[in-house]
């Protein structure tokens, strides 16, 4: 079965600060997609990033980047020099090719609060 | 403005009541999803649409009832709710459903509350 963990439920740092959240993941398919996920007050969640489990290389986009490891099953996302408007809910997926493919899990998400 | 609506936005319904909800979406996307997100718990996928076929039925109770006529437009039908359905449920598309480039599409959702 697949699974997702976000250890950390809730995070505070103040404006500028480096943050990392951090995702684990659980599946027996060879073939699945990483992503991640924001969801400010407003309450509809955006889409950040899709990783396949082919691709291991790191991304960056901006103040964002993704730390993909398969031999340690993660998949972390830092936010380098934090903003205000960074302060969201992040929740991290995972979707199988094969054993559950178009069920996607999310894992239970990190609040990030970002203080002035 | 997302690519995905969702109306109403919130919704107050007694336990007795027959409401829908709808889901529109013009982004050319084959799958579409219902996802329920309760305080305190992970989002809970509920039904997935591939071209207008169910996919999946997330082990669902009756009283929920999807309806997809075509790729663009999703319904919920609720009736005889439980006050612990009161939830945020969220409609989501993708160009695909397995290998889902470009992940979700998420809509605002519907804040619903049961009385």
């Known amino acids: 079965a697949q699974k997702v963990t976000q250890a950390q439920t809730e995070i505070s740092v103040v404006e500028k600060e480096d943050v990392t959240l951090d995702c684990v993941y659980e599946?027996?398919?060879?073939?699945?997609?990483l992503f991640w996920y924001k969801q400010p007050p407003s309450g509809e969640l955006v889409f950040l990033i899709r990783?396949?489990?082919?691709?291991?290389q790191n991304e960056i986009s901006g103040r964002y980047s993704w730390n993909f490891q398969k031999s340690t099953s993660s998949f972390n996302f830092t936010i380098t020099a934090s903003q205000v408007v960074d302060s969201a809910v992040y929740f991290c997926?995972?979707?199988?090719?094969?054993?559950?493919?178009?069920?996607?899990?999310f894992g239970d998400g990190t609040t990030l609060t970002v203080k002035p | 403005e997302t690519g995905v609506t969702q109306t109403p936005r919130h919704l107050v319904m007694g336990m007795t009541n027959k409401k829908s909800l709808k889901c529109e979406q013009h982004?050319?996307?084959?799958?579409m999803y219902w996802y329920k997100q309760s305080a305190k718990k992970p989002l809970e996928l509920m039904f997935v649409?591939?071209?207008?076929?169910?996919?999946e039925n997330n082990s669902v109770p009756s009283r929920f009832s999807p309806e997809c006529p075509n790729s663009s437009h999703l319904f919920l039908h609720l009736h005889t709710l439980q006050p612990e359905d009161s939830a945020l449920y969220l409609c989501?598309?993708?160009?695909?459903?397995?290998?889902?480039?470009?992940?979700?599409?998420f809509g605002s959702g519907t804040r619903l509350t049961v009385v």
């Open positions: 989501a598309s993708s160009q695909d459903h397995s290998r889902l480039l470009g992940g979700y599409t």
């Open positions: 599946t027996r398919d060879t073939t699945y997609y």
């Open positions: 990783r396949n489990s082919f691709d291991e």
């Open positions: 997926a995972l979707s199988e090719f094969n054993t559950n493919a178009g069920k996607s899990t």
């Open positions: 982004l050319g996307h084959n799958a």
């Open positions: 649409y591939n071209f207008k076929e169910q996919t």
